[in-house]
């Protein structure tokens, strides 16, 4: 509570601001275009930290030239997993690099319980920490309110 | 989240911050400002009231229109329909400006067009053309052009159609997607073509995101009739159905001068008329199609004038002798003597 006074979870860019609307969500998607990035969009119910794999939704969007073609697919995202939460990620191709320049949550799930703190004492009084999230007890699609 | 609590670079200036604008001098017929204008007409009306253009003159005067106007003139021969609908819609794009600027509604007409016509009467150079030419007013945002015929829109299997169509789509987006003998897409007589599906994608993109995509379909006249018969949601959605008519002999002597210009080759004496005289009856023979003929022609041509020049060894070849092109290459060509 103290430590997260919003409750939602802080992953990737922008994650301390408000939601971005669909306008400003074009906007970085025309910045990424103009540097040659492509677009992908990944959804997952796990937000663990640790998860940084998550699900793919179609394949990365590589030779666009307009934000509209990505907006369609996040808006068919949005319908398909509308409890999940959905990330656009852009990959910089330039040698030397190859890898995801931006990253940044687009849709969340209306209640997010957040991380509880596991503690493990092991031998001589030592302990051991992990987060564990209050969602992951359930199986997964059944998270946030199916 | 209706109201950001910071600013992104890039994005448009809020109507609420008038003065910091206005007070910066609107440069003089800059077509930086005519390129951001089509962009931000709110930012643009509200920055500058004074001096917002009440007359059709005064718009073009601070857009690209007619310059692109001109270009089209200078570059295409004939084609009188095709210019005709280009400088209706360009005078719609200067009459929305005029009443953005008097608050009325100025939504962007459907865009989507046809071109029919037999081969050779430059359907895909006008498409590629156009391309540039929305962009230039505005119409679309980026003004890329992304050329497709049915292999790149139906799939091989069953579920590969749908992701295809819509990476095309998606490429296409921001700018022109031509579709070149639109009519292969269906094809009625085998129940398990998947071209249908690739035509229901393509109506309901044309339909739902007009602004983002203009669609141009081409091929020649009669098939894409049929092509729209059996598909009435298609041609309902189209709004310009253009017919690429016939070139008429002078058109096409134009023709071959623009492209004898462009390849540094020029008429000789009397070569111009020789060239007028195989037309006339290159046209009546079969199989003609119209520019694409002349530009076959002009090649032939320049084999017969290498092969002419190149029987003498020993003479020296001056620019002039190498870009002229004389009578005899041209009547030595099989329509003057059909034996």
């Known amino acids: 509570m103290m430590t997260n006074p919003t409750g939602r979870i802080t992953q990737g860019q922008f994650s301390f601001l408000p939601d971005l609307t669909d306008a400003e969500i074009t906007l970085q998607i025309e910045y990424g275009l103009k540097h040659g990035y492509a677009w992908s969009i990944e959804y997952t119910d796990d937000p663990h930290p640790r998860n940084t794999y998550w699900e793919m939704y179609g394949m990365p969007m590589f030779d666009l030239q307009d934000a509209a073609g990505v907006l369609m697919e996040l808006n068919a995202c949005r319908k398909t997993f509308p409890n999940h939460y959905i990330r656009l990620m852009a990959f910089d191709s330039t040698r030397g690099i190859e890898s995801i320049a931006m990253s940044f949550i687009v849709n969340r799930p209306a209640d997010e319980p957040g991380f509880r703190l596991q503690r493990q004492e092991v031998n001589g009084r030592t302990m051991r920490y992990t987060i564990q999230g209050y969602g992951a007890d359930r199986p997964e699609g059944k998270r946030y309110g199916g | 989240m209706a109201n950001p609590l910071y600013s992104i670079p890039g994005a448009p200036i809020p109507a609420s911050v008038p003065a910091a604008a206005a007070s910066n001098p609107r440069p003089a017929g800059s077509s930086s400002a005519a390129a951001d204008a089509p962009a931000m007409p709110q930012a643009g009306s509200a920055a500058a009231p004074d001096s917002a253009p009440r007359t059709v003159a005064q718009v073009l005067q601070d857009s690209q229109v007619e310059s692109v106007m001109d270009a089209l003139d200078a570059d295409l021969i004939g084609l009188a329909p095709v210019k005709a609908r280009i400088r209706d819609i360009a005078a719609l794009l200067v009459i929305d400006r005029l009443r953005a600027l008097h608050g009325l509604a100025a939504q962007a007409p459907s865009l989507h067009m046809c071109f029919t016509g037999n081969p050779g009467t430059g359907k895909t150079t006008v498409a590629l053309r156009m391309a540039q030419i929305l962009h230039s007013l505005g119409y679309v945002r980026k003004g890329h052009v992304v050329s497709v015929t049915r292999d790149d829109l139906v799939g091989q299997y069953i579920g590969h159609t749908a992701p295809k169509t819509k990476e095309v789509l998606k490429k296409a987006m921001g700018g022109v997607l031509f579709i070149d003998e639109a009519y292969y897409l ?100 079969p199989h003609f199609a119209n520019a694409r003929s002349v530009r076959n022609a002009l090649d032939r041509i320049r084999l017969r004038q290498a092969s002419r020049l190149f029987a003498d060894r020993n003479r020296e070849l001056s620019a002039l002798d190498l870009t002229t092109i004389e009578p005899a290459d041209i009547l030595a060509s099989r329509v003057f003597n059909p034996s």
């Open chain 2, 186 to 285: 269906y094809r009625p007589e085998n129940e398990r073509d998947y071209g249908q599906e690739a035509i229901e994608i393509l109506l309901q993109v044309m339909e739902n995101q007009r602004d983002d995509l203009v669609v141009i379909l081409a091929g020649y006249t009669d098939r894409m009739d049929t092509f729209f018969q059996s598909n009435p949601g298609m041609s309902s959605r189209i709004a310009h159905h253009l017919d690429f008519p016939d070139y008429s002999a002078g058109e096409l002597l134009e023709i071959a001068q623009r492209m004898l210009d462009g390849t540094h080759y020029r008429f000789g004496e009397g070569a111009r008329e020789a060239f007028d005289a195989y037309l006339e009856r290159r046209i009546t023979q």
